[in-house]
């Protein structure tokens, strides 16, 4: 026999097993992809589209579900890719990291399974037309932040999910038109107060740890008992973090926002107030307690809060007749219950806490979405409008029948099972006897009053009211189903939840409490102990409330039971805020320079005169000046500087200020050059010509003479100008040219050319050491330039005034010269300014310059213009700018292929050494020529200030502005003669029709304004 010939090679059939790693990246990244594609599904599927979403969520249960075993054994999964390196002492820097450990893994699944029944209902419950796209792509992006914040393992990246909640709320509220306007801004007013006040907590948590890594800021021992522990920086940081959870969970005194974002529609109620925004801030306060739940302020603060907030809520909620505001006030209450539980901080209380998060997450996802399918069938949610409708919708009756049995903690649901944990939890709170029996007596008014809103919710929907309900019919399978699971569930999970969860519950104990807890026995009966007295005593209160429900109603109706409610609060302390606000515009409220001007500029005075009277400075020696940095050409420049600021002084228009101030920046640029450095000297010079020529398009609308001062206002101007003169002096002579190169400029200069392979050191530092102060400057000068098209497109069009400079008597005096030079100017400096761009790298140069260069074409262009017409078209400075900004971002991203955001990439092309960061340069370039292009159109362009408008367009503007002066219109030499300097001509050969005719001296100049023009006109000129 004959050796069988041995397989052959199979490459193709391996399979690569996913690292757990990957594994946890792809739960984001599905999200993340499903959002990427909601817009198509709408288009295709319209309100349908939440089912292939659904199926995304549904992808990344299994991967989590994957990972749960490794997970729940104490082996949790990281995930880490470096944002941005060496960014602290130490070399720590800021990562983009995951990690899932059991407490991250209860309350992802909690998000993308309720997450997935919500859309689900959703399908039936949106209308078939209209609203669907911003809907999907909006719960989608609050599902990706909250996996986000959930599975963030670094601080920055804890806070921007954070913060994303909190816009993704804001949104979906506000998108339900006038009656979420309030309530949104009050949700983003109170939930960024959270945001700042948890900003303030990671902070100080950074700087004492010395890393933004959570698990290590959360571990380490400065928040300790023993060595190295600092107990006034804990209790700070514990009450901080509290805070900023409060918002989010909308405990005392933030708590009114909630309600009032009823507003939103059903399936965005239950899932922000039941798995999303509410849940965020208990995670937080769940996963902090790592490091404060033995800080004593942080129970109390947590257990008191928590425990007013349950009782005062379920008061609230008896009263309120609107369903959806009933369990609103119901999920304030139980939340309040969580966060007293939390701040007990014992292993069983952190898993009780989990328990009724987990049960709350059931029911009340279960009573909203019910109710709105109540509101749906019969076209209201006022429990006054309702009649008996157990008849005539069973199916959801029966389910919102359980899921309010399991808010009542009636047994045997899953929420009579966590609320006796609570219980149980409470007796072992970190008080003294007395105080637990205050908490356990205060738990049980609040179990008393969670029964009787339970009830009503009940009764008032489905038993009692007026109103005839015959013509009703029972809710489509389609949306009641999916919104009965949720609660339904309570009823046989309680039975088996010690199975399921016991170990995995004891996981999470053991994550956020330390040691090795295993004594969670879940289960129905525990026999008589006090959680059950209270229970039992709970129980026939309540049913004894519910036979007086028709008195009790009576006597709570629109009955004050505080001297004023949360929004009122809230809603005095933004007039108050308002009031302070317009206090202070109102001391800015003047044209004058020096009102803006004078206040920063004698601060600067005071400081100055403040350090020299301080103790220690009188008698300093300073060093002696570092040798050969002066020179005898310093004296051009400062020639040049001293008469240029005389000669504004002695200006007595704005034109020659304008000017003359050129003048001075020229002999400052002159100054930088000498000291070499050409880079900053050729930017110093750009930014001189374009600046004089914008103050020119903005002075052009102005007087052309300095209004006169009084002797006073000019001894004030000219004390406050020498002392800020002699404090720069004095700051200058001290600090400047008196030690050697910093540490800092050395290293720059001696390894940047080496890192880089690139000389010139000012550019690398710009566009790859520090490239991410400068995408913050081009964002800035991004949303500057739309707040001035936004400024200036909102002002009223005025006539023209006399004091103004005139136009030119024909377009062709302006404009002729100036087209001629264009015509071969423009490739010129366009071709410059990109090889300006290409070398900057080894020669002065660079994205700035070479966009100023570009710059300058523009401005030549829109000189030589015989009219006032816009640039370019309208929207292309936009495209400019955010082209330029996104290019920069994106070529940021492509950094993390060496190891952090916008890290430089290097490589050879043709024997030509690139880069990435050129790219980024190409971003600056864009930004730059978007800014000036911007503002050309808007203050050169028809649309500028002072554009004409027809006397019935300009009448109703000028009407409401109380003291403003119109001036009738002026015949054609009164025009001239108020526009003209004295000893010129007045109207000399000029026809009177050439101040009203389109394409005349009324629209003659780039400089001047066409006043007599219609809009029409003004475009055929």
Not at 674 to 685: C, I, K, N, R, S
Not at 972 to 996: H, I, K, R, T
Request: aromatic share 8%; proline share 6%; net charge neutral.
């Amino acid at each position: 026999m004959r050796e069988a010939p041995a397989p052959p090679d199979r490459p193709f059939t391996c399979r690569r097993k996913a690292t757990p790693a990957v594994t946890l990246l792809s739960v984001p990244a599905l999200v993340a992809v499903a959002l990427a594609l909601t817009p198509l599904f709408v288009k295709v599927l319209g309100r349908h589209a939440g089912w292939p979403i659904v199926a995304f969520f549904v992808a990344a249960i299994v991967q989590l579900a994957r990972l749960s075993g490794g997970v729940l054994d104490g082996d949790a999964v990281t995930w880490r890719a470096m944002w941005a390196g060496a960014l602290l002492p130490g070399g720590h820097g800021v990562e983009f990291a995951l990690r899932l450990d059991p407490l991250s893994l209860v309350f992802a699944l909690l998000a993308l399974v309720i997450g997935s029944a919500v859309f689900i209902y959703s399908t039936a419950y949106l209308p078939p037309k209209g609203g669907t796209m911003s809907f999907y792509v909006l719960m989608t992006a609050f599902m990706l932040a909250v996996l986000l914040l959930v599975l963030a393992d670094d601080v920055v990246l804890l806070f921007i999910g954070w913060e994303l909640v909190s816009i993704a709320s804001f949104l979906l509220i506000a998108r339900s038109g006038s009656s979420g306007e309030a309530g949104s801004v009050r949700t983003l007013l109170l939930t960024f107060t959270g945001g700042l006040l948890l900003l303030a907590a990671l902070g100080v948590a950074v700087w004492a740890t010395g890393t933004t890594n959570l698990t290590e800021v959360l571990a380490h021992p400065v928040w300790g008992t023993g060595a190295g522990a600092n107990a006034g920086l804990t209790t700070t940081v514990a009450v901080l973090v509290a805070l900023g959870a409060f918002t989010k969970a909308a405990q005392l005194p933030f708590q009114s926002w909630l309600p009032e974002a009823m507003a939103a529609a059903t399936p965005v109620s239950a899932f922000l107030h039941a798995a999303a925004v509410v849940k965020a801030g208990i995670y937080l306060l769940i996963r902090f307690a790592t490091a404060f739940a033995h800080v004593q302020a942080w129970q109390i603060l947590l257990i008191v809060v928590g425990m007013a907030t349950a009782v005062s809520a379920a008061v609230f909620a008896i009263q309120q007749t609107d369903l959806k505001r009933l369990v609103a006030y119901s999920t304030v209450s139980q939340l309040g219950w969580i966060v007293a539980t939390i701040g007990v901080g014992t292993h069983f209380a952190i898993v009780a806490a989990v328990v009724h998060t987990l049960a709350h997450a059931l029911f009340k996802s279960s009573l909203f979405m019910l109710a709105g399918t109540v509101d749906h069938q019969t076209g209201t949610r006022d429990i006054r409008r309702l009649g008996p409708l157990w008849r005539r919708m069973p199916w959801t009756f029966g389910s919102m029948a359980i899921g309010a049995a399991s808010m009542a903690a009636v047994p045997p649901t899953l929420g009579f099972l966590s609320k006796e944990g609570m219980l149980e939890a409470f007796t072992d709170a970190p008080l003294a006897d007395a105080g637990v029996v205050v908490l356990l007596i205060a738990a049980a008014i609040g179990a008393i009053a969670t029964f009787t809103y339970s009830a009503r919710l009940i009764f008032g929907a489905f038993v009692d009211g007026p109103r005839d309900m015959s013509e009703v019919r029972e809710a489509p399978v389609a949306l009641w189903l999916p919104a009965a699971i949720p609660g339904v569930v309570s009823l046989p999970l309680a039975f088996f939840v010690g199975s399921l969860l016991d170990g995995p519950l004891d996981s999470v104990a053991r994550t956020v409490l330390g040691g090795d807890y295993a004594k969670t026995h879940l289960a129905l009966w525990h026999g008589v102990n006090v959680p059950l007295l209270i229970s039992v005593g709970v129980l026939v209160a309540g049913v004894l409330l519910v036979l007086v429900r028709g008195r009790m109603n009576e006597a709570l109706a629109d009955r004050k039971l505080f001297p004023f409610t949360g929004v009122q609060a809230l809603s005095f302390g933004t007039r108050a805020a308002g009031r302070v606000g317009r206090w202070l515009a109102a001391l800015g409220d003047s044209h004058a320079p020096t009102r803006h001007l004078l206040p920063m500029l004698s601060v600067i005075v005071v400081y100055a005169a403040a350090i020299l009277v301080a103790p220690g400075v009188g008698g300093m020696e300073l060093p002696d000046k570092v040798d050969g940095i002066d020179s005898w050409m310093d004296l051009i420049p400062l020639t040049i500087i001293v008469i240029g600021v005389v000669a504004t002084l002695q200006a007595r228009n704005r034109l020659q200020a304008a000017v003359l101030l050129g003048v001075t920046g020229t002999g400052v640029t002159l100054q930088v050059l000498l000291l070499g450095a050409p880079d900053v000297a050729m930017t110093q010079f750009l930014v001189e010509i374009l600046t004089v020529v914008l103050m020119m398009l903005v002075l052009r609308h102005q007087p052309r003479a300095f209004a006169g001062t009084g002797r006073g206002r000019r001894i004030v101007a000219a004390a406050v100008g020498v002392g800020v003169g002699l404090a720069t002096f004095g700051a200058v002579w001290t600090l400047t040219g008196r030690r050697d190169k910093p540490e800092l400029a050395q290293w720059y200069l001696e390894e940047g050319p080496k890192i880089t392979s690139e000389n010139n050191v000012v550019n690398t530092i710009l566009v790859e050491f520090r490239a991410f102060d400068t995408l913050g400057e081009l964002a800035v000068l991004g949303m500057a330039g739309i707040a001035m098209a936004a400024v200036v497109s909102s002002m009223p069009r005025w006539p023209h005034y006399p004091g103004r400079p005139g136009p030119l008597p024909q377009a062709g005096l302006n404009s002729l010269p100036m087209r001629k030079l264009v015509q071969w100017m423009t490739p010129l400096l366009f071709g410059l300014s990109l090889i300006v761009l290409y070398r900057g790298g080894n020669e002065p140069g660079g994205g700035f310059n070479a966009a100023l260069i570009g710059a300058s074409a523009l401005m030549l262009r829109y000189l030589a213009h015989p009219d006032d017409r816009p640039l370019m078209r309208r929207n292309l400075p936009y495209l400019f700018s955010g082209v330029g900004v996104i290019v920069a971002i994106g070529i940021g991203f492509v950094g993390y292929l060496e190891g952090s955001f916008l890290a430089p990439l290097y490589g050879t092309v043709a024997g030509q050494h690139l880069t990435t960061a050129l790219i980024f340069d190409v971003g600056v370039y864009l930004a730059v020529l978007g800014i000036v292009a911007t503002s050309l159109n808007h203050l050169g362009g028809p649309t500028r200030p002072g554009s004409p408008k027809s006397d019935d367009e300009l009448g109703p503007r000028v009407a409401h502005r109380t003291g403003v002066h119109v001036p009738p219109r002026q015949k054609p030499d009164q025009a001239m003669a108020a526009n003209s300097a004295p000893g010129d001509p007045v109207g000399e050969g000029v026809p009177e029709e050439l101040y009203d005719g389109p394409g005349t001296a009324a629209s003659a100049s780039s400089t001047g304004s066409a006043d007599n023009m219609t809009d029409d006109e003004e475009v055929r000129a």
